[in-house]
């Protein structure tokens, strides 16, 4: 994929753009839809795939568990 400004996506995001765009062209695949945009649908997909919840829990803000708590927790 080749963004025009990648350089000013960190790498620790390069991995869930690349993953929800390749979900959301899977989700567009499997069940067409009308061109435009549909936020609430991107939503619902990306929120299906647990890709938020994934990347929260492994860069997100500290909630009282800290990242290596939440170790060996990965749901692959």
Do not use: Q, W
């Not at 390749?22 to 567009?28: D, K, P, R, S």
């Amino acid at each position: 994929m080749n963004f025009h400004d990648r350089d000013s996506i960190r790498n620790v995001h390069s991995d869930p753009v690349h993953d929800g765009m390749l979900t959301g062209a899977c989700a567009v695949a499997a069940r067409p839809a009308p061109p435009g945009p549909d936020p609430a649908r991107a939503d619902t997909v990306l929120e299906r795939s647990g890709l938020p919840e994934d990347h929260y829990g492994r860069y997100g803000p500290a909630t009282g568990t800290g990242p290596t708590a939440r170790k060996g927790t990965d749901r692959r």
